[in-house]
C-alpha cells in the first residue's frame, strides 16, 4: 500500500475526517483557505505534469526515481517526529492537527516536483536524440 495514488486521497479524506470531527466545519475551512498560496501553487505544478504526460505517452520511460533512498518507513519516522516538535510548538493537539493540511499538500507538492523533474530528464534524452 506504498502507492501515492492511493495514501494521499485516503490520508485525505483521513485528515479531513479529522478535521470536521474535531474542529467543526468553520475551523476546517478557515485552515483550507489558509493554504491557498500552496493550494494555487499546485496550478503550475500539474500542469506540467500534464504536459509531459500527453508530451511523453508514447514513450518508454526511465523512473530516475527509483534510486532514491527514502522509504515509507523512514516518511513516517520523519512525519512523527515533526508531530511531536509541533505538539511542542503549537502548544496543544489541536495546534498540531491543524498543521496536517499543510504537510498533505506539501506532500503533494513533492510528489508532483519529483514527477516533473523524472518527466523532464526523459524529455530531454528522447527529444535530444530526435
Same mark, same amino acid.
Given at each position: $500500500? +506504498?502507492?501515492?495514488? =492511493?495514501?494521499?486521497?485516503?490520508?485525505? %479524506?483521513? =485528515?479531513?475526517?479529522?478535521?470536521?470531527?474535531?474542529? *467543526?466545519?468553520?475551523?476546517? /475551512?478557515?485552515? %483550507?483557505? *489558509?493554504?491557498? /498560496?500552496? =493550494?494555487?501553487?499546485? &496550478?503550475?505544478?500539474? /500542469?506540467?505534469? %500534464?504536459?509531459?504526460? &500527453? @508530451?511523453? @505517452?508514447?514513450?518508454?520511460? =526511465?523512473?530516475? +526515481?527509483? +534510486?532514491?533512498?527514502?522509504?515509507?518507513?523512514? #516518511?513516517? $519516522?520523519?512525519?512523527? #517526529?515533526?508531530?511531536? !516538535?509541533?505538539?511542542?510548538?503549537? *502548544?496543544?493537539?489541536?495546534?498540531?492537527?491543524?498543521?496536517?493540511?499543510?504537510?498533505? !499538500?506539501?506532500?503533494? #507538492?513533492? /510528489?508532483?516536483? $519529483?514527477?516533473? &523533474?523524472?518527466?523532464? @530528464?526523459?524529455? @530531454? $534524452?528522447?527529444?535530444?536524440?530526435?
Amino acid at each position: $500500500m +506504498n502507492n501515492p495514488k =492511493i495514501l494521499f486521497p485516503l490520508a485525505l %479524506i483521513g =485528515i479531513l475526517s479529522t478535521y470536521f470531527f474535531v474542529f *467543526g466545519q468553520e475551523k476546517t /475551512l478557515e485552515i %483550507i483557505k *489558509g493554504e491557498y /498560496l500552496f =493550494i494555487l501553487g499546485l &496550478i503550475p505544478l500539474s /500542469l506540467a505534469f %500534464i504536459f509531459f504526460k &500527453i @508530451k511523453l @505517452k508514447d514513450y518508454e520511460l =526511465i523512473d530516475f +526515481n527509483k +534510486n532514491s533512498n527514502l522509504s515509507f518507513k523512514s #516518511i513516517v $519516522m520523519f512525519f512523527l #517526529i515533526f508531530q511531536v !516538535v509541533d505538539y511542542y510548538s503549537e *502548544g496543544s493537539f489541536e495546534g498540531m492537527i491543524s498543521l496536517w493540511f499543510l504537510y498533505w !499538500v506539501m506532500g503533494i #507538492i513533492a /510528489l508532483l516536483l $519529483m514527477e516533473n &523533474i523524472n518527466f523532464y @530528464k526523459n524529455y @530531454k $534524452m528522447i527529444f535530444k536524440k530526435a
